[in-house]
Each structure stands twice: as C-alpha cells, then as structure tokens.
Nanobody
Framework: QVQLVESGGAPVQAGGSLRLSCSASGYTKGNWCMGWFRQAPGQEREGIAAIFLEREGDNFSGMPRKYYADWVKGRFTISQDEAKNSLYLQMNNLIPDDTGMYYC??????????????????WGQGTQVTVS
C-alpha cells in the first residue's frame, strides 16, 4: 500500500517562505505523477503543481516536465530528491491567501490531467500552512 506523509507546514508571516516535504513508500516500479494540492476553509481542493516520476528500485527519478497552476506565478517550485525518495514544494513570498491545508497526492498515470484531484489514487493527511 502506498503511503504519503507531508511535513513542513507552519505559521508564517506574509512575505516569508516554507519548504514542504512529502515522503513516499510502498510504490511499485513504473510511471507515476505526484502533485501538490491545497484546500482553504470553505473552498474546494485545488492543484498547485505536479511532477512526473519513474519508480526505479527504491527511489524515484524525476522527469523533465513540471506543471504549475497559473496563480502560482513563479512563487512556488516543485522538486524531487531521488536519494531521499521525497517530493518538495518550496514556497516563497507567501501571502495570507496561501493559508490552507496542503496535500501530497499520487497517481499511476502520466496521461490524465494533473490538476484534477479526482484522478489521484493516493493522498497524504495534509500539513497546515497559515500565513498572517
């Protein structure tokens, strides 16, 4: 069974930065898509960014393509650490509207839209980001 665990969320002042982490376990070999989503109180879950990965042995390898929501506007960066089998989301210039629960998700396909939450098969429990 695939397990995803997010960490790094915290209270932060506007203009500050956070680095979220997602550790993964239980993957089989093959092609995977991993994405970051967020959900603010009273709003629907929305996609932030995604990256295509290939599972090899005990680690993931990154693919050239990365995807971002239009509203990110260069403030967030998704990345992958093959050695640590982890995904990251670097968030800079945070604003209060960034407040919400941030989730890591995974699916077994590269062909379905990355930003559609319903397409993802596995989810972490989330990590809270609060910007004031």
């Amino acid at each position: 069974q695939v397990q995803l665990v997010e960490s790094g969320g915290a209270p932060v002042q506007a203009g500050g930065s956070l680095r979220l982490s997602c550790s993964a376990s239980g993957y089989t070999k093959g092609n995977w898509c991993m994405g970051w989503f967020r959900q603010a109180p009273g709003q629907e879950r929305e996609g932030i960014a995604a990256i295509f990965l290939e599972r090899e042995g005990d680690n993931f390898s990154g693919m050239p393509r990365k995807y971002y929501a239009d509203w990110v506007k260069g403030r967030f960066t998704i990345s992958q650490d093959e050695a640590k089998n982890s995904l990251y989301l670097q968030m800079n210039n945070l604003i209060p509207d960034d407040t919400g629960m941030y989730y890591c998700a995974a699916k077994r396909s590269w062909s379905t839209p990355w930003y559609e939450a319903a397409r993802y098969d596995y989810w972490g429990q989330g990590t809270q980001v609060t910007v004031s």
